[in-house]
């Protein structure tokens, strides 16, 4: 008896079931007549054209605010980071003089990195500025001064780091050239009354007596006013990052000598605690005999 109670039941919901999706008699589909859906689906289409034009306005008027030549928002950033090249493993420079191979890498980085600032595509990309003042281009207004001219950094300035004249930029004969940059950062005007900022490198304590004498290129490792404010990638197309190259004349041989360089300038704030890359870069050099 139950099993029939069951199966008369399941009949009902199947008939039920039927006639909930078509109903015959009051040619309902789903339990609403075609006029009840077609006014469903009208709401519906207006109600997501609407949500779908507030989108576009708000983006629209967002894009609007945006300049596509000046980042909008930028970390402040007090002191920038430095970077060497080459860059070895982690911070690294350690070759063996007898072993062309181990230095045969660096050399190659170099040539790669030096590339750009050959004389020849200098002159022929940017602009021979006047030294020792900021290269000033600023937009009067709502009018652009777009695109922005950049100075040369001739190779050359690199002097005997500059791999034209000794081309293993010393790597040969334990005297190695290593370059260091400043990391761009937009509208970052790094001295004040005319004076460069300058780099200068030394050993950390335990190694004072191997470091040797340093010399450095352009002279007294200057990063010229010239090559600043720096306007971005997309404004200032041709733009060369100055370098300073510091060579090595008489570094101890067979052992770790721990480098640190810093930039030093009368307006970027001496490097802080907080952050160990900001205003200096520390690498460790070992050449092998
Ligand atoms: C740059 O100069 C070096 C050495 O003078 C040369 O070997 C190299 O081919 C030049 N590269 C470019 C891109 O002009
Ligand atoms: C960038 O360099 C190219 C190639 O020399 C040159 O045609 C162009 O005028 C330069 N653009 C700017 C803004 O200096
Ligand atoms: C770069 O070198 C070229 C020729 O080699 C020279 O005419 C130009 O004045 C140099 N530019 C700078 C800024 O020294
Ligand atoms: C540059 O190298 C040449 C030869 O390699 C050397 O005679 C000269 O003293 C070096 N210049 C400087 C400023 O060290
Ligand atoms: C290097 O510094 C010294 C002393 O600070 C200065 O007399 C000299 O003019 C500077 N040289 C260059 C090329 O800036
Ligand atoms: C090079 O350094 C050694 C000590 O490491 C020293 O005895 C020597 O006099 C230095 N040579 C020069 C030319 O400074």
């Not at 050239?177 to 001295?191: A, S, T, W």
């Not at 009368?266 to 605690?273: L, R, V």
Request: net charge neutral; hydrophobic share 35%; aromatic share 14%.
């Amino acid at each position: 008896m139950a099993k029939e109670g069951e199966k008369k039941t399941c009949g009902q919901v199947l008939d039920e079931w039927k006639e909930f999706f078509w109903n015959p008699r009051t040619h309902q589909f789903l339990g609403r007549t075609a006029s009840s859906w077609g006014l469903i689906l009208f709401f519906y289409l207006i109600f997501y054209i609407f949500l779908a034009g507030m989108f576009v306005l708000t983006m629209y008027v967002m894009l609007l605010t945006l300049d596509e030549y000046k980042p909008t928002y930028q970390d402040r950033l007090a002191t920038p980071g430095m970077m060497i090249r080459p860059k070895g493993k982690s911070l690294e420079i350690i070759y063996n003089l007898d072993n062309t191979e181990t230095w045969d890498a660096y050399v190659q980085t170099l040539d790669n990195f030096l590339a750009p600032y050959n004389n020849s595509v200098q002159v022929m990309n940017n602009d021979a500025c006047l030294p020792d003042q900021y290269f000033i281009q600023e937009d009067s207004g709502d009018v652009l001064n777009n695109p922005k001219r950049a100075c040369q950094f001739n190779r050359t300035m690199l002097l005997n780091c500059s791999g034209i004249e000794d081309r293993y930029y010393g790597y040969l004969d334990a005297k190695p050239c290593i370059l260091i940059k400043l990391n761009r950062v937009i509208g970052l005007l790094p001295g004040r009354d005319g004076i460069s900022p300058y780099v200068s490198c030394g050993a950390k304590k335990e190694d004072v007596d191997n470091i040797g004498e340093l010399e450095y290129y352009p002279p007294n490792g200057t990063f010229n006013l010239m090559y600043f404010p720096y306007y971005g990638k997309k404004a200032q197309v041709n733009y060369s990052q100055p370098l300073v190259a510091v060579k090595f004349l008489n570094i101890s041989l067979n052992t770790d000598v721990n480098v640190e360089c810093r930039i030093n300038s009368n307006t970027i704030s001496p490097q802080s605690d907080r952050d160990k890359f900001a205003g200096r870069v520390s690498f460790k050099l070992r050449i092998n005999k």
